[in-house]
């Protein structure tokens, strides 16, 4: 009924084996979970949490084989909105770091949640923006 395919198929891995790199399941996780960190140290050093963003450029450092860049700069994100955001990306790199085994990211991602909960649960209330 059909006619069979004669020539090769431009998705045969042996063709294109060398045409870009490939990376490992692991290696892809370092890199999301090294970003994810570095996400959450700019936040980090945004609030800062001097020794808390010491302890993460660390585990970037060791997840990238150098030590992250550290901008001075600081926002003027309110401390509760940075917080969330903090507290989000902790959750993120917890998630990647459980899946890759990563004790002490792991470790220290929840800490950094459990740190910025209580910021956030000693902080005032902000009102809300455009309710009456």
């Given at each position: 009924m059909y006619e069979p395919i004669r020539t090769k198929s431009v998705h045969t891995p042996a063709d294109h084996a060398d045409d870009f790199p490939h990376r490992s399941r692991g290696e892809e996780l370092d890199i999301q979970l090294a970003g994810h960190l570095a996400a959450l140290l700019a936040v980090t050093d945004e609030l800062d949490l001097g020794e808390a963003g010491d302890r993460i450029a660390e585990q970037v450092a060791r997840l990238r084989g150098a030590p992250p860049a550290r901008p001075a700069g600081r926002t003027a994100a309110p401390a509760p909105a940075l917080h969330r955001r903090a507290?989000?990306?902790?959750?993120r790199a917890l998630v990647v770091a459980a899946s890759r085994a990563d004790t002490a990211v792991a470790i220290?991602?929840?800490?950094?949640?459990?740190?910025?909960?209580?910021?956030?649960?000693?902080?005032?209330?902000?009102?809300?923006?455009?309710?009456?």
């Open positions: 507290h989000a990306l902790a959750g220290l991602a929840a800490e950094r949640m459990d740190a910025h909960t209580a910021a956030l649960a000693a902080a005032p209330a902000a009102p809300l923006v455009g309710a009456h």
